[in-house]
Nanobody
Framework: VQLQARGGGLVQPGGSLRLSCTVL????????IAWFRQAPGKERERVSC?????????YYSNSVKGRFTLSRDSAQHTAYLQMNGLKPEDTAVYYC??????????????????WGRGTQVTVSS
C-alpha cells in the first residue's frame, strides 16, 4: 500500500487546517489509519487513530482531543484530519500511517505500518 498525505501549511493560532491521507491502489477500509506528528527535538506522537474493528472507534491524544477530528471517506479512499483551534504547540510534521484492519489501534505497530510522506504544519502569527 502507498499513502499520499497532503494539506499542511502555515496558519495563525486559532485557525484550521485539514490534512488528507489517500490510500493508493488499495481500499481504505482494509486499513486501520493513524495520524502522527513530530516536532523538532521531540518524540513522535500519535494524535489520532481510526479502527474498523468491533464496529469502529476513533481515538485522540489528550493534546488534541476536542480540537481534531479524524474521518474517513471510503468512496475516495481518503482519511482526513480536521484540525481546529490550532495552537503554536501543534507545529510539527504530520504523518499518516496504515496497518491492516484486523489490528486495533491498541495494537498499532509503528514498525509494521506503512507511512506517508510527512506534511509540515506551522502555527504562528
Amino acid at each position: 500500500v502507498q499513502l499520499q498525505a497532503r494539506g499542511g501549511g502555515l496558519v495563525q493560532p486559532g485557525g484550521s487546517l485539514r490534512l488528507s491521507c489517500t490510500v493508493l491502489k488499495f481500499v481504505l477500509d482494509d486499513y486501520t489509519i493513524a495520524w502522527f506528528r513530530q516536532a523538532p527535538g521531540k518524540e513522535r506522537e500519535r494524535v489520532s487513530c481510526s479502527t474498523l474493528v468491533a464496529g469502529g472507534e476513533t481515538y485522540y491524544s489528550n493534546s488534541v482531543k476536542g480540537r481534531f477530528t479524524l474521518s474517513r471517506d471510503s468512496a475516495q479512499h481518503t482519511a482526513y484530519l480536521q484540525m481546529n483551534g490550532l495552537k503554536p504547540e501543534d507545529t510539527a510534521v504530520y504523518y499518516c500511517a496504515a496497518i491492516p484492519r484486523y489490528y486495533h489501534c491498541s495494537e498499532f505497530s509503528e514498525d509494521k505500518a506503512t507511512w506517508g510522506r510527512g506534511t509540515q504544519v506551522t502555527v504562528s502569527s
